[in-house]
């Protein structure tokens, strides 16, 4: 069965998505509202730990997408 470019691409997008949030973790806590919600409910360090620890879940969920090992439902 060949390999569908358009899983790769979509891995490869949402791994380049979560190390900018990784990079940007800062202004995702201070300029979006789901962010600031988190910094208010949480506390700054609790919010930083649950925004990292998405970002590694995302870009986990996008390499095995691109490497093929997580297939999409396919109708």
């Given at each position: 069965?060949p390999?569908?470019?358009?899983?790769?691409l979509?891995?490869?997008?949402?791994?380049w998505?979560?190390?900018t949030g990784?990079?940007?973790?800062r202004?995702l806590?201070?300029?979006?509202h789901?962010?600031q919600?988190?910094v208010?409910?949480?506390g700054e360090?609790t919010?930083?730990?649950?925004?990292?620890?998405?970002?590694?879940?995302?870009?986990?969920?996008?390499s095995?997408?691109?490497?093929?090992?997580?297939?999409?439902?396919?109708?």
């Amino acid at each position: 069965m060949p390999f569908p470019q358009h899983q790769i691409l979509m891995g490869v997008g949402i791994v380049w998505i979560c190390l900018t949030g990784l990079a940007r973790y800062r202004w995702l806590m201070t300029k979006t509202h789901k962010g600031q919600a988190l910094v208010n409910r949480c506390g700054e360090t609790t919010a930083r730990i649950v925004i990292w620890l998405l970002c590694v879940l995302g870009m986990t969920f996008g390499s095995l997408l691109a490497c093929g090992i997580v297939r999409p439902i396919a109708w």
